[in-house]
């Protein structure tokens, strides 16, 4: 299957045109140009810059929650080699009965081919609960309080980027570092395209994870992915 | 793509190929090769893999030195081949193993395939009693009448002579094996006659009952479990209103998120219909994913449990791996209303799981109930794991291991034959209930639930 993805991406970005932008590159504080926009395929968010310093966004499904969330990236700073963006976000689940609200933070600092991001946030999970007494009561409790913080180190050479990735929760459920996902990366540029194939390991136990088929997958594997650039 | 970054991405995945498939579960092929040499790499495979092994004291040299000369004297005997088989899922009190055949006739098991024509149920207050006879039966026998004697033996020794290895499944629990012989009681070869010793109004008598050719539908894919009382239910989920303002659903299974929403939307739809009091019927439930069923227990609490944590045979370590955690979280909707759950010696896998959190929940809950005859199965192992022996025949078993909060096997049976989830609520083992029962299996238990934990219609 890996290799049939490889092939798969290899083949979409064969008629890409030659463009030299790291535009939209996720896990920094950098944002789209105004007009700009990426799609980013099979999982991801797609964003569409809306002036040189805001962008919006949208994650058509996101597996965890199982609905879709939509959001708007600030960047309030951006100059020396330090940028600083925050973006607030809300999903909701298909089904209508949780809602999640996220503030994230992006923070990066770039010196020649090196560049350190650190990304936090903080999720508020929000269920509504019908409760079927004599009477039918909606209550809304906290679901899941989840504050994770990324920490990634980029390496660029040419139209390639090395990234190493560690992904650790300062809260979730209450708890500190009750896991972590150590992840590499190659984003790989092919014009329009960027290609993002890398695998990551997830150490420790997750208050909520997918649960696909008989056995949790251990691994967190959304690799390999496609950002599509486009400049309408 | 330059071949240094197809390299790197190759480099990336092979482990993560490699550590997923390394805790999946098994699959033997052992079919083409001569059967004795496929028991022989059975056992070895079971010996090592199995996930009860030390939890149920089993023996796997002892087995082998009962079944192996039996293989070997069995030559070109398909039977005698079969008995083997069904022997080692005997040796294996879980009702996660599991012998099929893909060829109906071939799961006939030839040392019960003929019906005597009667019922018979185990009492507390009169032994073992007629609980039903059939037309074909036509002796002087009636309901009530106690059993004496098979042929001359007395009943604990006529049970005790009974071909228990024709069941197709490992029965995990003393009191499930108990119930499986006397079901082996009406039971005995086609053509067999079996003589009965009964007693009435205090005398005893006896009959002579032929075993006959009872498997009816032929297009019964599974006529043998059936009549052994282990076929798989045909409601995966349904629901309906009983009288009053009592709702019913069976769930046959909790498989994906097909059952989890089914069930979701059949109690709204009954709380709509005028349900405020619930049975959910896990009778017969074969099981299904581990989250579902967590997600189905979820409708009925409203705070996070602990439900277990799965293990699975790892083939790099040879050693259990832990797999996952499931916990049961409140879900969108919750049943703050009185439920009888009701289970029997068949509620087995996730089914065993669901039925065991409804009873945590029992125990502060006072508008929960367990109801049943019998515990569950005991089985909550990680089935799956399979191995394909001549003749047709697939042996099941579970290669991982449901564990508690601390880490300790959960509801299987352990060497003392005991496990698995006792209801709150106990159906009486008198005669006047068994007769009920076996005069309407299915609707005796939801009528007891309902009149007993739920207040009556």
Same mark, same amino acid.
């Given at each position: 299957?890996?290799?049939?993805?490889?092939?798969?991406?290899?083949?979409?970005?064969?008629?890409?045109?030659? /463009?030299?932008?790291?535009?939209?590159?996720?896990?920094?504080?950098?944002?789209? /140009?105004?007009?700009?926009?990426?799609?980013?395929?099979?999982?991801?968010?797609?964003?569409?810059?809306?002036?040189?310093?805001?962008?919006?966004?949208?994650?058509?499904? &996101?597996?965890?929650?199982?609905?879709?969330?939509?959001?708007?990236?600030?960047?309030?700073? /951006?100059?020396?080699?330090?940028?600083?963006?925050?973006?607030?976000?809300?999903? &909701?689940?298909?089904?209508?009965?949780?809602?999640?609200?996220?503030?994230?933070?992006?923070?990066?600092?770039?010196?020649?081919?090196?560049?350190?991001?650190?990304?936090?946030?903080?999720?508020?999970?929000?269920?509504?609960?019908?409760?079927?007494?004599?009477?039918?009561?909606?209550?809304?409790?906290?679901?899941?309080?989840?504050?994770?913080?990324?920490?990634?180190?980029?390496?660029?050479?040419?139209?390639?980027?090395?990234?190493?990735?560690?992904?650790?929760?300062?809260?979730?459920?209450?708890?500190?570092?009750?896991?972590?996902?150590?992840?590499?990366?190659?984003?790989?540029?092919?014009?329009?395209?960027?290609?993002?194939?890398?695998?990551?390991?997830?150490?420790?136990?997750?208050?909520?994870?997918?649960?696909?088929?008989?056995?949790?997958?251990?691994?967190?594997?959304?690799?390999?992915?496609?950002?599509?650039?486009?400049?309408? | 793509?330059?071949?240094?970054?197809?390299?790197?991405?190759?480099?990336?995945?092979?482990?993560?190929?490699?550590?997923?498939?390394?805790?999946?579960?098994?699959?033997?092929?052992?079919?083409?090769?001569?059967?004795?040499?496929?028991?022989?790499?059975?056992?070895?495979?079971?010996?090592?893999?199995? *996930?009860? !092994?030390?939890?149920?004291?089993?023996?796997?040299?002892?087995?082998?030195?009962?079944?192996?000369?039996?293989?070997?004297?069995?030559?070109?005997?398909?039977?005698?081949?079969?008995?083997?088989?069904?022997?080692?899922?005997?040796?294996?009190?879980?009702?996660?193993?599991?012998?099929?055949?893909?060829?109906?006739?071939?799961?006939?098991?030839?040392?019960?395939?003929?019906?005597?024509? $009667?019922?018979?149920?185990?009492?507390?207050?009169?032994?073992?009693?007629?609980?039903?006879?059939?037309?074909?039966?036509?002796?002087?026998?009636?309901?009530?009448?106690?059993?004496?004697?098979?042929? %001359?033996?007395?009943?604990?020794?006529?049970?005790?002579?009974?071909?228990?290895?024709?069941?197709?499944?490992?029965?995990?629990?003393?009191?499930?094996?108990?119930?499986?012989?006397?079901?082996?009681?009406?039971?005995?070869?086609?053509?067999?006659?079996? !003589?009965?010793?009964?007693?009435?109004? %205090?005398?005893?008598?006896?009959?002579?009952?032929?075993?006959?050719?009872?498997?009816?539908?032929?297009?019964?894919?599974?006529?043998?479990?059936?009549?052994?009382?282990?076929?798989?239910?045909?409601?995966? $989920?349904?629901?309906?209103?009983?009288?009053?303002?009592?709702?019913?659903?069976?769930?046959?299974?909790?498989?994906?998120?097909?059952?989890?929403?089914?069930?979701?939307?059949?109690?709204?739809?009954?709380?709509?219909?005028?349900?405020?009091?619930?049975?959910?019927?896990?009778?017969?439930?074969?099981?299904? !994913?581990?989250?579902?069923?967590?997600?189905?227990?979820?409708?009925?609490?409203?705070?996070?449990?602990?439900?277990?944590?799965?293990?699975?045979?790892?083939?790099?370590?040879?050693?259990?791996?832990?797999?996952?955690? $499931?916990?049961?979280?409140?879900?969108?909707?919750?049943?703050?209303?009185?439920?009888?759950?009701?289970?029997?010696?068949?509620?087995?896998?996730?089914?065993?799981?669901?039925?065991?959190?409804?009873?945590?929940?029992?125990?502060?809950?006072?508008?929960?109930?367990?109801?049943?005859?019998?515990? !569950?199965? *005991?089985?909550?192992?990680?089935? %799956?794991?399979?191995?394909?022996?001549?003749?047709?025949?697939?042996?099941?078993?579970?290669? #991982?291991?449901?564990?508690?909060?601390?880490?300790?096997?959960?509801?299987?049976?352990?060497?003392?034959?005991?496990?698995?989830?006792?209801?709150?609520?106990?159906?009486?083992?008198?005669?006047?209930?068994?007769?009920?029962?076996?005069?309407?299996?299915? #609707?005796?238990?939801?009528?007891?639930?309902? #009149?007993?934990?739920? %207040?009556?219609?």
């Amino acid at each position: 299957m890996p290799a049939v993805l490889i092939l798969l991406t290899t083949a979409l970005t064969a008629p890409a045109r030659a /463009d030299p932008s790291w535009a939209g590159l996720r896990g920094t504080a950098e944002t789209l /140009d105004a007009g700009e926009a990426v799609i980013r395929l099979p999982t991801g968010r797609s964003s569409l810059g809306v002036s040189d310093r805001a962008e919006v966004w949208v994650v058509p499904f &996101e597996l965890v929650l199982g609905g879709t969330r939509v959001g708007l990236e600030r960047q309030l700073i /951006d100059g020396d080699g330090l940028s600083w963006s925050v973006s607030p976000s809300v999903a &909701e689940k298909w089904s209508l009965y949780k809602t999640s609200l996220q503030l994230a933070s992006a923070l990066s600092w770039e010196r020649s081919v090196h560049r350190v991001n650190l990304l936090a946030a903080a999720e508020l999970r929000l269920l509504r609960q019908a409760s079927f007494a004599e009477e039918v009561t909606h209550t809304l409790s906290v679901d899941r309080v989840h504050v994770p913080l990324t920490v990634s180190y980029d390496h660029t050479r040419g139209d390639t980027v090395l990234r190493a990735q560690l992904m650790a929760p300062l809260l979730d459920e209450g708890e500190p570092l009750t896991f972590g996902v150590l992840s590499g990366a190659v984003i790989h540029r092919f014009g329009r395209f960027h290609l993002d194939a890398g695998a990551g390991l997830l150490v420790g136990r997750p208050s909520e994870h997918l649960f696909l088929g008989t056995y949790e997958h251990l691994l967190v594997a959304a690799y390999p992915r496609v950002d599509l650039w486009l400049s309408l | 793509m330059r071949p240094f970054l197809l390299s790197a991405l190759l480099a990336a995945l092979l482990p993560v190929s490699g550590c997923v498939l390394s805790v999946r579960p098994l699959s033997d092929d052992y079919s083409a090769l001569p059967p004795d040499e496929a028991l022989d790499l059975t056992l070895d495979r079971l010996a090592s893999i199995y *996930a009860f !092994t030390d939890w149920k004291a089993i023996d796997w040299d002892d087995v082998r030195d009962r079944l192996a000369p039996e293989m070997a004297a069995a030559g070109g005997d398909a039977e005698a081949r079969d008995r083997v088989f069904r022997a080692l899922v005997e040796a294996m009190p879980d009702g996660h193993v599991d012998l099929w055949n893909d060829d109906p006739a071939r799961d006939h098991c030839p040392e019960a395939a003929g019906g005597l024509g $009667v019922q018979l149920s185990d009492t507390d207050d009169a032994g073992i009693i007629v609980a039903r006879i059939e037309d074909s039966a036509g002796a002087d026998i009636a309901l009530g009448d106690r059993l004496i004697a098979v042929d %001359g033996l007395d009943v604990e020794r006529a049970l005790e002579a009974t071909p228990l290895h024709c069941y197709p499944i490992g029965l995990a629990t003393s009191d499930r094996r108990r119930a499986g012989r006397v079901t082996l009681l009406g039971r005995a070869p086609l053509g067999a006659e079996v !003589t009965l010793t009964l007693a009435r109004d %205090g005398a005893d008598h006896e009959v002579t009952l032929d075993a006959i050719d009872d498997l009816g539908d032929p297009e019964d894919a599974q006529p043998m479990r059936r009549l052994l009382g282990v076929a798989s239910p045909e409601d995966r $989920v349904a629901s309906r209103m009983l009288d009053g303002d009592v709702g019913y659903i069976a769930l046959g299974w909790e498989e994906t998120l097909l059952s989890e929403r089914q069930v979701r939307g059949a109690v709204e739809a009954l709380w709509r219909d005028g349900a405020r009091r619930l049975v959910l019927d896990l009778r017969d439930n074969d099981g299904g !994913t581990d989250q579902t069923a967590a997600n189905i227990a979820g409708i009925f609490t409203d705070r996070a449990w602990f439900y277990e944590t799965i293990t699975m045979y790892d083939r790099r370590t040879e050693a259990q791996a832990v797999i996952s955690e $499931v916990t049961v979280t409140p879900q969108e909707i919750y049943w703050d209303l009185p439920v009888a759950v009701l289970v029997n010696g068949n509620t087995v896998s996730s089914g065993d799981g669901l039925a065991m959190m409804l009873a945590r929940f029992a125990e502060t809950d006072p508008d929960i109930a367990v109801v049943g005859f019998e515990g !569950t199965a *005991a089985s909550f192992g990680s089935s %799956g794991s399979t191995i394909a022996l001549p003749g047709g025949w697939t042996l099941t078993y579970p290669a #991982g291991r449901s564990l508690d909060i601390d880490g300790a096997i959960q509801l299987d049976s352990d060497h003392t034959l005991e496990g698995g989830v006792q209801p709150t609520h106990r159906a009486p083992w008198t005669v006047e209930s068994r007769l009920a029962h076996a005069a309407d299996p299915d #609707g005796f238990l939801i009528d007891y639930a309902v #009149g007993t934990v739920l %207040g009556g219609m």
